[in-house]
């Protein structure tokens, strides 16, 4: 059920959180969470994580879940609300972007850097569901980013581009995108924007619409509802992620490290299986579990597998 403040989660009393925030290169206010060990002495640097929410989501859910364990692993590790969304700032509200999202990151890890307590040769990114494509976007060209690691990555302009699975017609692409190019006409004259469709179904039925069902009972149920995370995004945000790709620099990791963290049974699991290689980006398959469940279920996140890719690539 819902905690004090919305967490989703209780902050084990191993851990301190200190609400922060600073500006992207944009100049949104960014707000966000710090998370360090009761026992954190600041006087030694220490290894630094970012940790990006689900597509939709926001940091009170499963960034703190992720964070709450690993800042007890010895990280120091940053949480924040993305861009127009949640507790951060920018209008139009719940616009999203590649670009934006992406620099969201960055600017995380301009702030991490600029802290004394941080090592800033020794700072990875963590994403979740859609963030796990902004962090791997990020990273190919922010070589601070010394480790990258996602659960359940969904590339977001993959999806948009070509629908789930490659569902998305030429037709149908088309119509989309006239019909959006309308959407912009009417905002311009000041309508407000139009929001799509909720991707977290409010009444649940598996057998009509399994991925939204699953997303829901995550999103629309005590479990991980919070009232600034309505899965919607605005209709106009569409045509930039089909325009951009996210991946398509993602060899320039290299030689750094990647983990693909994915739930045997998610029906996201193509994104990460698709850019998976046998160099420097590797799968951990987590037996038994669906998309959402690595979104906040402590005893099914490979937080060893996690904690053990960071020790040996934070260097």
């Known amino acids: 059920m819902a905690l004090a403040d919305n967490y989703i989660f209780d902050l084990s ?23 360090t060990a009761v026992d954190f002495d600041e006087t030694t640097p220490a ?65 991490l850097g600029t802290r004394e307590f941080v090592d800033r040769e020794k700072i990875g990114a963590l994403g979740i569901c859609g963030s796990g494509g902004f962090a791997l976007s990020a990273a190919s060209v922010d070589p601070r980013i010394k480790a990258i690691a996602t659960a359940s990555m969904y590339d977001i302009s ?21 019909q959006i190019a309308e959407h912009r006409y009417a905002e311009f004259e000041g309508e407000p924007a139009t929001l799509t469709p909720r991707g977290a179904l409010l009444e649940l039925d598996p057998e009509n619409n399994p991925v939204g069902t699953e997303f829901g009972e995550f999103y629309s149920r005590p479990r991980g509802y919070h009232p600034n995370s309505i899965a919607q995004f605005t209709m106009t945000s569409g045509p930039s992620f089909m325009n951009f790709p996210l991946l398509d620099k993602i060899d320039w990791i290299a030689p750094r490290k990647a983990l ?6 998610a029906h996201s699991a193509y994104f990460s299986e698709d850019v998976a290689n046998d160099d420097n980006i590797k799968l951990h398959v987590v037996p038994g579990a669906n998309h959402v469940d690595l979104y906040d279920k402590t005893d099914v996140i490979p937080f060893d597998a996690i904690e053990s890719f960071f020790n040996d690539n934070l260097k």
Do not use: C
């Open 13 to 35: 009393d191993n851990v301190v959180r200190t609400p922060v925030s600073y500006l992207t290169r944009y100049g949104i206010t960014i707000s966000a969470d710090l998370y």
């Open 158 to 178: 993959r999806m948009h581009a070509e629908g789930f699975g490659g569902s998305l017609s030429e037709e149908d692409r088309k119509a989309q995108l006239a």
């Open 47 to 111: 290894p630094a994580l970012v940790i990006g929410a689900p597509y939709g989501g926001v940091k009170e859910q499963g960034p703190g879940v992720y964070a709450n364990e690993l800042a007890q692993r010895g990280f120091v590790v940053l949480t924040f609300d993305p861009s127009y969304n949640g507790y951060s700032g920018g209008e139009t509200r719940h616009l999203s972007s590649p670009d934006v999202f992406v620099e969201d990151f960055h600017a995380a890890v301009d702030f």
């Open 260 to 265: 693909l963290v994915i739930g045997e049974e």
